[in-house]
């Protein structure tokens, strides 16, 4: 049973910050690349980050560069999303999820992630 679990998110203003948290359950997440990715409604599933399983490289949207910072903690079996300078096009209910084993690099595309967890909605309204 492998499974993640997000949270930290919530209502904030824009320009504020929040960290979200993805947790992993059953299994030691050192070994897996983690993808970050959200869905706001009537939208398809985009991919917002992904950090390598040692942390030493990441990639982000073009969307959320320069904002966002994906880090993660592996003496703690979690990784992290902080986001900075959201504005309301950021609102969306944010996902992890695991890099399939047949990926070699750590990309964008939902499709080549699995065991995602629940989500953690995020709002940026004033």
């Known amino acids: 049973q492998l499974q993640l679990v997000e949270s930290g998110g919530g209502l904030v203003q824009p320009g504020g910050s929040l960290r979200l948290s993805c947790a992993a359950s059953?299994?030691?997440?050192?070994?897996?690349?983690i993808g970050w990715f959200r869905q706001a409604p009537g939208k398809e599933r985009e991919g917002v980050s992904c950090?390598?399983?040692?942390?030493?490289?990441?990639n982000y949207a073009d969307s959320v560069k320069g904002r966002f910072t994906v880090d993660r903690d592996n003496a703690k079996n979690t990784v992290y999303l902080q986001m900075n300078s959201l504005k309301p096009e950021d609102t969306a209910v944010y996902y992890c999820?695991?890099?399939?084993?047949?990926?070699?690099?750590?990309?964008?595309?939902?499709?080549?992630?699995?065991?995602w967890g629940q989500g953690t909605q995020v709002t940026v309204s004033s």
């Open positions: 999820a695991v890099l399939n084993l047949l990926s070699r690099l750590c990309v964008l595309s939902p499709g080549s992630f699995g065991s």
């Open positions: 950090i390598s399983r040692s942390g030493g490289s990441t």
């Open positions: 059953g299994f030691t997440l050192n070994y897996y690349a």
